[in-house]
């Protein structure tokens, strides 16, 4: 084993978008997994992906969104009972009732992709997901994302004016892109390491074995890290 493997944590790449309950079910798994490999140091890095691009900028009414996706309230709900009783299990009371909007995600990721300059990703990604699931706030409104901004530790004034343009718009895109092509249909997916992909919001006892398999495949010098590399998911 070299210094530079001794040194470097092991990275996990967890590919999602703030509006899917999966993608929130798997933070938690992936907290929990995390907290089983004490030994091991862990780097999470957040990447971007739209379950649904189509959504207009100002997002579209829940109601209408739901009829559209699912056939109506009534389908949509057979859908988000499962989804709940995954939340309850990892302690997380979602309220799909407050959400009055269904957000285009784009300019959450160009926000996510700034807190991770700042070294905020994860406590920004955190915010977002209580936001929408949990108060039904608008995750796609500008002034929504400026407020997680500033709670989550950033200059609010230097996001304000970033949303304000379209810095990092193409960036976010090239990043999906990049996912769709190698292979990642739905969200959350972890990517460990650059060498295993956790596909779904697995029991974390799948998640820490990944990460436990790559950091022995480190410790013995197999397969060193390269750079680079980006149950239930993909519901909106």
């Not at 739209?50 to 997002?59: N, S, V």
Request: aromatic content about 6%.
């Amino acid at each position: 084993m070299t210094d530079t493997q001794a040194i470097q944590p092991i990275t996990i790449d967890t590919i999602s978008d703030v509006m899917c309950p999966w993608c929130f079910i798997g933070k938690r798994r992936l907290e929990r997994a995390i907290a089983q490999l004490p030994e091991i140091d862990i780097e999470v890095n957040w990447r971007p992906f739209q379950l649904d691009p189509t959504l207009p900028p100002e997002g579209k009414d829940r109601q209408a969104y739901l009829e559209e996706k699912f056939g109506g309230p009534e389908e949509a709900e057979q859908v988000y009972d499962q989804i709940r009783e995954a939340g309850e299990a990892e302690g997380i009371p979602f309220a799909f009732e407050k959400i009055a909007r269904s957000p285009n995600t784009i300019d959450a990721h160009r926000v996510i992709r700034w807190a991770g300059i700042e070294g905020v990703q994860t406590p920004l990604v955190e915010r977002l997901f209580s936001l929408y699931f949990l108060e039904g706030a608008d995750i796609g409104a500008h002034e929504t994302l400026i407020q997680a901004a500033r709670e989550a530790g950033m200059d609010p004034a230097v996001v304000e004016q970033l949303l304000s343009s379209d810095a990092d718009r193409g960036a976010v895109e090239e990043e999906i892109s990049v996912a769709q092509q190698i292979g990642v249909t739905g969200v959350p997916c972890f990517i460990v390491d650059n060498r295993y992909a956790v596909l779904g919001a697995q029991d974390a006892s799948v998640i820490a074995d990944a990460i436990r398999q790559s950091y022995q495949e480190r410790q013995a010098g197999v397969r060193p890290p390269t750079e680079g590399g980006p149950e239930g998911s993909g519901t909106a």
